[in-house]
C-alpha cells in the first residue's frame, strides 16, 4: 500500500519536472495583436492532406477581427511564416475600406487568403507573424487584430 503512494508521487513528480515544462517550451504564446512596433503572432498546423487536393495549392487563411487604420496615413498587413527558425515572407493584404471596425464575433471578421509554399503546406505546425507596414507616413495608432489562422 505504502509503495503504490510512492509510485504515484513519482508520477506526479516526474510529471511537473519533466513533461510539464516540455509542453510550455514548445508551445510559444501567440500574441493576436499587430502594431507597427510589433507583429501579431498565430500558429496554424497543415490539415492533413491541405496540399494534395486535385492539383490546389495550400493557403493560410488569417481571420482579422479588428482593425484601427493609422492617423497619418494607410497601412498594410505583411505576412511572413516561421519553421524551423526561417522567417519568410508570404504575402501581403490591406483592409478595404480603410475603416476602423471591431467584429463582435470572430465569423464576422474579414479573412484574407495568402497561397502557400509546398514546403510550409505539410508537415509541423507554421508560426505566421503578422506586421503592419505604413504605406506612408509613420502609422501612429494603427491595430489589427489577428482571430486566427488556418491552412487549408
Not at 480603410?98 to 505539410?122: E, N, T, V, W, Y
Request: glycine content about 12%; aromatic content about 8%.
Amino acid at each position: 500500500m505504502a509503495s503504490d503512494r510512492w509510485r504515484a508521487a513519482d508520477a506526479c513528480l516526474l510529471f511537473f519536472f519533466f513533461v510539464l515544462p516540455s509542453l510550455g517550451a514548445a508551445a510559444e504564446p501567440e500574441q493576436p495583436l499587430a502594431t507597427v512596433a510589433q507583429p501579431a503572432v498565430v500558429t496554424a498546423t497543415p490539415a492533413a492532406g491541405a496540399a494534395m487536393r486535385a492539383g490546389a495549392s495550400a493557403q493560410v487563411v488569417i481571420n482579422v477581427t479588428g482593425f484601427q487604420p493609422g492617423q497619418d496615413g494607410p497601412v498594410q498587413a505583411v505576412v511572413k511564416a516561421q519553421r524551423d527558425g526561417k522567417e519568410r515572407e508570404i504575402g501581403r493584404f490591406g483592409i478595404f475600406p480603410h475603416i476602423a471596425f471591431k467584429a463582435a464575433d470572430p465569423s464576422q471578421g474579414q479573412s484574407f487568403a495568402i497561397p502557400l509554399p509546398r514546403d510550409l503546406a505539410s508537415g509541423g505546425p507554421v508560426k505566421f507573424n503578422v506586421y503592419l507596414v505604413p504605406a506612408n507616413g509613420e502609422g501612429k495608432g494603427a491595430r489589427m487584430e489577428i482571430g486566427g489562422a488556418e491552412i487549408r
